[in-house]
T-cell receptor, first 115, second 113 residues
């Protein structure tokens, strides 16, 4: 079974530029998550999708971050404009259903450096 | 905030059992105990989860105390590849925002030859 795919793996941009990350979840997984992991900390949830609808985006900085999951499969996360504090690893995860009995599977992440 | 307490770091000799403790004294009846690990430069990897009973799979065993206020993850024969940060997470059983994973800082396990 193929895992969660993410691209790019690394990205370096200057502050105030924009950037987009892409995620392809495991086939058949209805729930998709985006996390932000700052160096030395655990991942923090940014947004959760159930199919193509948003379940929770309470921790997404909506003035600069946006995310979509068209057709309920792939998802993109965008930052515009980027700030220095956005430097982090952005992780995508998916699960079969939105229940605690179903584990989340994580992708390898995209490491973003904002200079 | 994370609802669990874990030691920041632990060492283990290769081939020996690694026992990672986790305190979750405020856990409620409908909350699961989840364990993930994160090897350097990789995404978190699911290990095991349980509600009340002890659980075992091909990776590890999870021992939950009878009052459910603490648990221990056991890696029976640690190898160098088990060096990672291990996260213990309490997660509500129903979905939506209240069932999300909230990661703390975890325990950095170093397996030494």
């Amino acid at each position: 079974e193929a895992g969660v795919a993410q691209s790019p793996r690394y990205k370096i941009i200057e502050k105030r530029q924009s950037v987009a990350f892409w995620c392809n979840p495991i086939s058949g997984h209805a729930t998709l998550y985006w996390y932000q992991q700052i160096l030395g900390q655990g991942p923090k949830l940014l947004i959760q999708f159930q199919n193509n609808g948003v379940v929770d985006d309470s921790q997404l900085p909506k003035d600069r971050f946006s995310a979509e999951r068209l057709k309920g499969v792939d998802s993109t996360l965008k930052i515009q404009p980027a700030k220095l504090e956005d430097s982090a690893v952005y992780l995508c995860a998916s699960s079969f259903r939105d229940r605690a009995t179903y584990e989340q599977y994580f992708g390898p992440g995209t490491r973003l450096t904002v200079t | 905030d994370a609802k669990t307490t874990q030691p920041p770091s632990m060492d283990c000799a290769e081939g020996r059992a690694a026992n990672l403790p986790c305190n979750h004294s405020t856990i409620s009846g409908n909350e699961y105990v989840y364990w993930y690990r994160q090897i350097h430069s990789q995404g978190p990897q699911y290990i095991i989860h349980g509600l009340k009973n002890n659980e075992t799979n091909e990776m590890a065993s999870l021992i939950i105390t009878e009052d459910r206020k603490s648990s221990t993850l056991i890696l029976p024969h640690a190898t160098l590849r088990d060096t990672a940060v291990y996260y213990c997470i309490v997660r509500r059983s129903y979905g939506g925002s209240q069932g999300n994973l909230i990661f703390g800082k975890g325990t950095k396990l170093s397996v030494k030859p």
